[in-house]
């Protein structure tokens, strides 16, 4: 069960389709493996960029069943939904093939703090025992969540046990966070998102890690195996030769096409298909993924 | 089958649900009754008003079945999602189960005139030959699609047979379509939303009826009769002696509380609750509501 | 000054134009009469509905000091701008051309509560002793300020006097606003805005008066007058007869032509006209709201 | 005058305060001094990273005829405002102060396509000869444009010479009006912003150079200059250094605080004081930012 103390590399897993847009569970076994071999302490299915809500109840289960049938490791579960009900069947039924814990982002429509912290007592209403993962995106989801309103929930709801920060700008917001658990307030994990765009800031105002889905997650595992060994400035020369793709990658809307496109070309998937409404990465961005690829290989030879 | 024929008043039904929450399909049973008796040419389940997003996979599918299995008139399901896949399940679904069509509303995300035909091709690639009512719900989608949008996702797509009327202001939406069918374009069937407040102007303007949940149904039914019966004054009459009810059940958000409170007091439900997120109606409310509903009485009975 | 004892009908008054879209200032002269004689006991010039933002900084004064020199009841003055300077030097040239007072709309980009009262407490700095009116209108300005942050900002600021509420649904922010200050807290003055829409039952929540532009503010005046002599079913009798106008007039964007064209019928302007961009009213809609102020003068004249 | 064959770099100019929030002319002609040092082609003043809505209507003048007088460059001055008459107002004394023209972002209330090129076409009638720069900055504006709006305002407005292109992802979107233009359509200048994080992307799609205001402007000009001198791996070697802080400026919300501190640190204004509301970089943040710093100054050493 997901707990508080969760670390590392929760890599955001991409759900793999066959050209035709039906399921490649063959690319699901892949990809699961892959990430595991660059470096994942954790997977997180089902999310925006798992292409959740384009998934037929019974396909998200198919997915949900296939990896946590493969690893140990703990699997979370991406169960945003229009309403608690729909929710609440599709955290149970994880929970019942073996998912770790389950992430809630708000509804687009919740605004004033009020809403939101009501909001997240009607999820745990829903969720009982359940352990879950606040997911904090305004981007994608137009929601603003201030960080008292994160500090009622946690100490609201024993059961959210993970931040998904990927507020941005965010830093302030972690410094804040770790700032009341010194103070008393309970400590929650805090693994980062933004496709890794910030990870050597975000360790060091206090993440436990990152959970995102960046092409090359062993970036994001070498970055934080440095910083715990001491090498801010190894980690951020890491960081560094990765960035200028990680900046390509976190183009939204666009993003998940080019995540997909490397990773078919690293093997990790068969196919790059995005299920409509979603578009292909076109022949110039493969072109210019192929030359930034290019360009980081040398340069990660080069650090060494 | 739905086709572009349709006329009169497709009700949109409340899903009534038990104190406790769960599904209450007796009063699905006598709610469906109540509004045959009140006139209702079709019906509209799981939409917006009908708790739609809060129901589980399953307990909609119960939904369906219990009203298709009631009724002969025409059942359109509203089948909007995250997903095409999920749409499509739902849709299918529906269909054997009896409905007559489906209803989808755009996604809160779309922005331009191109994204809005893009989405509803995808939709009929994802529906095939079902036949579908195009949601235009500005207010609630955030979405606006402009007359000229409407006009070519008609041109483009036959199965797309009736235009569910909710844009505010949006009576010249109605002249405009209805000119472009008399210049040659396919003229579908026009249903309006907007609580009815706005009945008798739009049936003016060219709309074949309405869609809409005012908890007092037989208003449109008698609206909709009076001007057909050429008594535009006398159709005025009554809709004016229901307005400040249908005013009142107007407020958005709170709309639905309203809405269940007057079919629970006329005893088309069981219980007046909503499922959460969804608020009851205070007693400050009910007050408001029994003041009017006494007035309005007491109107009709002065207009014979 | 405007202070928190203001109430009646503080009438939004339009900014009238020439045909050709520049200031038409005698019609200024007239419409301000025009509203006196209608019964107003306070004006609220270059709000939304005076089409403020389209206006340069001249004319803005031109106005101001036109209106102020007519009359001796209070008038405030909407300042709403994209910033505090530009706000602070409106508002200062208002109070020495004689205005009672100021009416402020957070931008539309605040989300947070904290947001929220943060804003306003720059706005106070920058304000420094004048009055000003809290516009709370979430349907134009996107922002939901939740009951508990007006009352903060209530205690806050002892410069705010008055809140403009225009929250729909709001009625239960005027009963907690009210069973607040019963409570202890500062009692500050709620007229209402939303076309009257919702007038009687905003009086019986504790409102103390209207402010909002509905083309016949007669209407306001007379039915605050009813409420103030007991009579609430005579009210709203009143109430009921403009009723089917005053929802016309209410659709969003398309009701400021709609009142100029009914203020230019009366004779209060010389034309219609809306400054770019700003549509007329076309042949139809100046069909619909001649029938329904047929009948509304026929049923009038039944109320004696 | 401003034409379509504008290219190199227009920088974003900020607009420097003194710590008490009044203007800082003199620091407006020292950063006026250092944009040209660091290779500006043109500038741009008052947009929205020039806190433009926060000046009064006499300050923006004094703003702009202080650049004016002081460069020979074109000088762009955002105009974008709520209403037609103070763009025009604020256009009028812009291009009399010397101006080169104007730039206007689309208000954020604009959805349809059909709103939004009828929108620039009155913001033609009211320009009338002055050119003007089209912002298309979705993730700000919320307007999203598409390309055949953008070429239909080109085909329609001859007054419009350039684009200021930052959408995100807009790479797609320089390629299209590049076919376009070889197709016979008239070509605008292509300037591009997102604080120069997609430049090389921008330039071998067809742009003609950036604008936006990276507080290394050199960076742009550099990039812009290997590219044109043929050394696109040099230019993105140049480009790679600075990368890690422009991805750190690029927050948005914060980006102008990193910005300005850089700046102040750099001498180029006295103060990195923002006006309110806007928040100065907290010691966290200036800490992050003198680490990315120390690091960009030794790879830019190595690079040579």
């Known amino acids: 069960m997901l707990d508080e103390s969760a670390k590392g590399v929760f890599t955001i897993a991409v759900t793999p389709f066959l050209p035709d847009g039906s399921l490649d569970l063959d690319s699901v076994d892949r990809v699961t493996d892959f990430y595991l071999e660059q470096g994942a302490t954790g997977l997180t299915i089902l999310g925006m960029m798992g292409e959740a809500g384009k998934l037929s109840a019974g396909e998200s289960l198919a997915v949900i069943r296939r990896v946590t049938a493969r690893v140990t490791i703990p699997v979370v579960v991406g169960v945003s939904a229009a309403g608690l009900a729909p929710m609440q069947a599709l955290a149970v039924e994880a929970m019942q093939a073996g998912a770790a814990g389950v992430m809630v982002a708000p509804p687009h429509t919740l605004r004033s703090d009020g809403q939101i912290v009501s909001y997240y007592h009607s999820v745990v209403e829903a969720l009982g025992e359940i352990p879950w993962v606040l997911q904090d995106f305004p981007l994608a989801t137009g929601v603003q969540i201030p960080t008292s309103v994160i500090a009622q929930i946690v100490a609201d709801c024993p059961t959210c046990v993970m931040l998904k920060h990927e507020d941005w ?26 496709g890794g765009l910030f990870l050597p800031e975000e360790m060091a105002r206090g993440a436990d890690g990152a959970m995102t889905g960046f092409a090359y997650p062993e970036m994001m595992a070498q970055v934080i195996a440095a910083i715990e060994g001491g090498g801010a ?70 650090l060494g």
């Open 169 to 194: 700008p965010g830093l302030d917001k972690i410094s804040a966070l770790r700032a009341a658990s010194e103070a008393g307030a309970r400590r929650i994990s805090i693994l980062c998102g933004n």
């Open 233 to 302: 400035d190894r980690a951020q020369d890491i960081f560094d030769a990765y960035l200028p793709m990680a900046r390509y990658e976190g183009q939204p809307g666009l993003g998940l096409a080019i995540r997909k496109y490397t990773l078919a070309k690293r093997g990790a998937i068969a196919h790059p298909t995005l299920r409509k409404p979603g578009a292909a990465l076109n022949a110039a961005g493969m072109a210019e993924v192929d030359r930034l690829a290019a360009r980081q290989a040398v340069r990660l030879a080069a």
